[in-house]
């Protein structure tokens, strides 16, 4: 059942909140998560949640938003034929029959008891489904970490170049820090006898190390010009032209070499995100099988699971709709099978799958929702069949936190760089008469969506009225209230006809 929190996330909310959020926005609140935060007590009164009676005088939640209809609802049961053809029947006929043709399906649960043959069957399903889940996430997890020591990388290159930069400034601190990298790097410090720190423990050069660093030379040019100049012995002066004839060089060329590197490191890094972003959406639906294929747990505790019948629960629920007049007529239709599944096998292959005999309780609601509150509320349904990859989404959102803003400014200059390449190849292209014969193919592969972006929006109201309020009286509601109201009281007339059950 879906909690309060979770309704009122997704804006199905009373009227007198909607007033209240209103409000608070005037005086400077900032989002609606903000508000239910700040009314976390209230949330019982913000739900806009439906009560139905259980039992005569008694009544409950159900988890579901406030219909604008009258709830119906059927139990039909038979121990002599399958109950699966109750589905197909009620949407074939809200589809065909009452032209509500578009359908959305927003659950589709089951759960077995231990010792059925239909337990038997899902469990090696479902144990084929894990394997590969794991292979995926153990994928991204190592390419997540990896990720850590590319961007460290980065920023180690960034910072070197930074001195380059100001060393050619002609900034002398940085100059000297370059000198002292090569000394170290190059030549192998004090270590090396022909080293300038080597060098410095000779008779005649212990002003080596201090005039090396003190000069500075822009170009390997400008070497001879700038030592001729000193008044030094002509000896000193040799190794002294030596060294910053090396130091220059050195400089020249790794910031040549840092830089190519900086360009690849950067592209790697773009791959490597877009490569997460694929194996993201390669594990999606294994995910969505493995929820499918494993039992609800809440569902397991229910008393209609006894472990030693061959009893089993399926939950399915569908949403059938149609657009009227900028409203969307929609009829939400609730199966609740307490079935005995019969295993039946099929020659090729040697396949088994289950015959469901039992009882069923069909429940439908009726609702006049625009585009926002019919997308808001498969959304709500989705977020609760997704838990696992959110708590991936918000373990890999945590680690790009951890990263700061480097990702985001690396992967952006990745971009840039792409989408200015791309642009230049294309105009060399036209100007040689040559188009894209691949173009339609490879317009199918842009636009992955973003890893961490959330499935909830930050404020379910937008895009709404922005009066917050359903003005009801108009014609345009009215009709599809009507257009809903119609295949609701009909379906059900004509289903107990046509299934034999009392009617009047």
Request: glycine residues 6%; charged residues 30%; contains cysteine.
């Amino acid at each position: 059942m879906v909690s309060d929190k979770l309704l009122a996330r997704y804006g199905f909310v009373s009227d007198k909140y909607k007033s209240i959020y209103k409000e608070k926005l005037a005086e400077g609140i900032k989002s609606w998560e903000q508000f239910l935060d700040e009314n976390s007590d209230k949330l019982s009164e913000i739900a806009d949640i439906e009560e139905i009676e259980i039992q005569r005088g008694v009544f409950a939640k159900s988890g579901y938003p406030k219909p604008n209809l009258p709830t119906l609802r059927i139990t039909h049961e038979s121990f002599s034929q399958s109950i699966e053809e109750i589905y197909y029947w009620f949407m074939r006929t809200m589809q065909i029959d009452f032209s509500l043709p578009f359908t959305k399906k927003t659950i589709d649960s089951f759960a077995a008891s231990e010792h059925s043959a239909f337990f038997g069957v899902a469990s090696q399903r479902l144990g084929i489904q894990q394997d590969k889940v794991s292979q995926f996430l153990a994928s991204i997890g190592k390419m997540v970490k990896d990720m850590f020591q590319i961007v460290r990388e980065l920023r180690i290159i960034d910072e070197r170049l930074e001195l380059y930069k100001e060393s050619k400034e002609g900034k002398e601190a940085a100059d000297v820090t370059l000198k002292g990298i090569w000394i170290d790097m190059v030549e192998g410090g004090s270590k090396n006898p022909a080293s300038v720190y080597g060098m410095a423990q000779q008779v005649g050069f212990a002003v080596l190390p201090d005039l090396f660093f003190s000069t500075f030379v822009g170009e390997n040019d400008d070497v001879d010009e700038i030592v001729d100049k000193m008044e030094f012995n002509d000896h000193l002066k040799r190794v002294l032209k030596r060294k910053l004839k090396s130091y220059v060089t050195w400089r020249k060329n790794t910031e040549k070499e840092l830089s190519a590197r900086r360009k690849f490191t950067i592209q790697y890094l773009y791959q490597h995100y877009n490569t997460i972003k694929l194996y993201m959406d390669w594990v999606r639906p294994y995910l969505r099988n493995i929820k499918r294929l494993s039992s609800d747990i809440a569902k397991m505790d229910s008393a209609d699971i006894v472990s030693a019948f061959d009893t089993s629960i399926v939950e399915i629920e569908t949403i059938a709709y149609n657009k009227v007049k900028g409203y969307n007529a929609c009829v939400l239709l609730h199966f609740y099978y307490r079935t005995k599944p019969t295993m039946s096998f099929q020659e090729e292959g040697f396949q088994r799958g289950p015959l469901h005999i039992g009882s069923v309780e069909v429940t439908l609601r009726g609702y006049v929702w625009d585009d926002k509150q019919l997308e808001n509320y498969i959304n709500m349904r989705r977020e609760e069949d997704f838990e696992i990859l959110g708590a991936l989404n918000e373990t890999i959102s945590k680690a790009m936190d951890e990263l700061g803003g480097d990702v985001k400014k690396y992967i952006e200059e990745a971009e840039g760089a792409n989408k200015e390449k791309t642009k230049e190849e294309k105009q060399k292209k036209e100007s040689a008469g040559i188009g894209n014969p691949f173009e339609p193919f490879t317009e199918l592969f842009k636009g992955f969506g973003k890893i961490l972006s959330p499935i909830t929006n930050a404020d379910p109201f937008k895009g709404i009225n922005k009066n917050f309020e359903k003005e009801k009286e108009k014609d345009n509601w009215k009709s599809a209230l009507k257009t809903a109201s119609v295949p609701i009281g009909k379906s059900y007339l004509i289903f107990k006809k046509t299934h034999g059950m009392v009617h009047w």
